[in-house]
């Protein structure tokens, strides 16, 4: 079964199954399932199609789900850096930690006894 875009498992309770969607964890699914008057025992494959309907009329009216929050999340981060930081020499994580060498990289002489 498909609600918004993502695959919902029919053998877990409605509550569980709907945090498949990304964007919703526990505590939304209650909030859904309280505002559309859904059981929160029901099986996922035992919703009818109009409890469908007014789970996926609910979350699109009320949330940013799945695509939406996806490309929301991608171009905040493509804000980033905020405060006039130079990207050119500090982007750790995206370069890799690799260590430069420092210095000529010679190796040390061996030390005569």
Same mark, same amino acid.
């Given at each position: ?12 309770? $409605? &509550?569980?199954? *709907? ?8 505590? !939304? ?6 505002? #559309? %008057? ?26 940013? $789900? &799945?695509?939406? *929050? ?8 493509? !804000? ?6 130079? #990207? %050119? ?25």
């Amino acid at each position: 079964m498909r609600i918004l875009g993502a695959d919902i498992p029919d053998d877990k309770r $409605v &509550e569980i199954a *709907l945090t498949y969607v990304f964007g919703i964890g526990r505590t !939304r699914a209650r909030e859904i399932l309280e505002n #559309t %008057k859904i059981d929160f025992s029901k099986k996922s494959k035992e919703l009818t199609p109009q409890e469908l309907n007014k789970i996926k009329e609910f979350v699109e009216k009320n949330y940013k $789900v &799945e695509g939406d *929050l996806r490309r929301e999340i991608a171009s905040d981060i493509k !804000r980033l850096p905020v405060r006039g930081q130079s #990207t %050119k020499r500090n982007s750790r994580t995206v370069r890799g930690n690799v260590r430069k060498s420092v210095g000529s990289g010679r190796k040390k002489a061996a030390s005569k006894t």
